[in-house]
């Protein structure tokens, strides 16, 4: 059971998976906004050493980083070729070629968002990893969010595979009959069609079913709804949330404020 | 008098007026956002990474979107919300794939314009919205164009609403102009957030233009003025292809598409 008063120590710090998501929210969203408004490389990269040890600790590291390298190594190149190679405000060239020019500023430019970008998408990534989809329904039905959110939400997440699994079986059955797949575009056109309509024509059978078989079990009535699952949380969270909740606004307005070092818009 | 008792019209009253300001308080976000970026275009894009720019920019335009899917979701009936998961991981997929690829392209709204054309524009909208939202447990880079997704969701079902997928050849057009509106919308996210874009293939675009010597801002959105109507079109198209290629027992299904006339041939009920 893990129930409120289960075997862990009620007090201390919470063991990583004992961490309530609405807290881990709280803290990425904040980590988020202070990385994103102070805009500077060293806190940047403190938050990102920070998320390295987090998830260390949580055992995601492996998945987290390598899912951030996929979406990070294609944007550092975008960001290289666009600031590093072409940025019209720079002044000290390090190399040209053409109209290519490489200047300090312009990866200088470069290197900055792609820290901010990385704290983005390190975070998000360590959150959506360290979240189990069960949980999200829990804490739906328990703050009362409306059903379909929690629905589509979780059931997207678990549906991917079946629909893949699908397609793969569609596209085998496809070739069996002579499908051509062939690399011009009318065939690519062709086999497209002939894979996409009848997806979509099961999954759309498969959708009127379940959308019966929710009705009938009342879905997105009025009635309040209850979990049987307990969702991890403690009342040092819930002091951490609300701190958090509040001094976030605080920290904005002072950092942006008159007077002080912010960069106001 | 006594018939108010029997429909219980003041709870369903006062539910329907918190959806509608939800939905104001939502469309004000997202075009208070956009308009202030625009008119405040900061002087400090290109002398750092403009931080309180990024700050607006990401949090108008997400709470914006959460707040329309909010007010939207519970509208819309159960056939409806059971079909968005499928649009969306059709969203994914698509868009994983082709943001992998050298194309400067996306083809990640086919599901949401599907939802728009079957369902209407705020199932549309909600669709475009949650996309980009669930689509960022995989890659959070997509997560600050959620309001771009919806805007996207609800010009699709305005465009279905309004006739132009009963002639296929109006169908590129309505994705033409969606994309323009698309790219104008999206254009400052990527400038402020990303400061630029995240693929290599629209970098290409932008960095061409900066080249030029272009701005940073007007450089993205002349990139997203040739990316998004293109893309649009070819999605419009794809999707006129798939629902005319469905029964017509299935489309029919929908109450929007009866009772719009969205397809040729589908009459009132």
Known sequence: MCGASGSWPEAGIPRPGRISPLTGLTAVVAAIVVTTAVGHWSLSLAVLLAAAVATAAARTARRVWSAAALILLPFAASLLLTHGLFFPEGHTVLWAWGPARLTVEGLGFAGAMLLRGAVLVVLLLALSFSIRPADVMALSAKYEVPAQLAFVLCSTLTIAPDISRRAQRIREAQQLRGLHTGTSLPARAASFRALAVPLLLSVMNDAGQRAAALEVRGFGGPAARTSLREVPDSRLQAVFRWTVAAGLPVFLVLWFGPGWGGSAP | ?269
């Open chain 2, 1 to 269: 008098m006594s018939s108010s008792s029997l429909t219980l019209p003041e709870a369903g009253q006062a539910a329907t007026r918190n959806r509608r300001i939800l939905e104001i308080l939502g469309a004000a976000a997202i075009a208070g956002t956009y308009i202030y970026l625009v008119l405040n275009q900061p002087a400090d894009i290109a002398s750092g990474p403009g931080s309180a720019s990024a700050l607006i920019a990401l949090s108008g335009f997400l709470a914006g979107a959460i707040l329309l899917v909010v007010a939207v979701l519970p509208t819309l009936p159960t056939t409806t919300v059971v079909l968005i998961p499928v649009a969306l991981v059709l969203n994914i997929v698509m868009g994983q794939f082709v943001g992998s690829t050298l194309v400067p392209f996306y083809l990640d709204a086919i599901g949401t314009v599907l939802i728009a054309v079957l369902a209407g524009p705020a199932a549309g909208a909600a669709t475009g919205a949650l996309s980009s939202i669930v689509w960022s447990f995989f890659n959070p880079t997509v997560l600050p164009f959620a309001a771009g997704a919806a805007l996207i969701g609800f010009l699709a079902g305005l465009a279905a609403r309004h006739g132009f997928f009963r002639r296929f050849y109006l169908a590129p057009v309505a994705g033409f102009i969606t994309g323009v509106l698309a790219g104008v919308v999206s254009a400052p996210v990527a400038a402020f957030v990303f400061g630029g874009t995240s693929g290599l293939a629209t970098g290409a675009i932008v960095s061409a233009f900066r080249a030029m010597g272009d701005s940073l801002l007007a450089a993205i959105t002349k990139q997203a003025l040739i990316s998004d109507p293109m893309d649009k079109a070819i999605v419009f198209t794809l999707v006129a292809l798939l629902v005319y290629a469905l029964p017509r027992r299935l489309t029919l299904q929908f109450p929007f598409v009866r009772r719009f006339r969205v397809l040729a041939g589908s009459r009132d009920s």
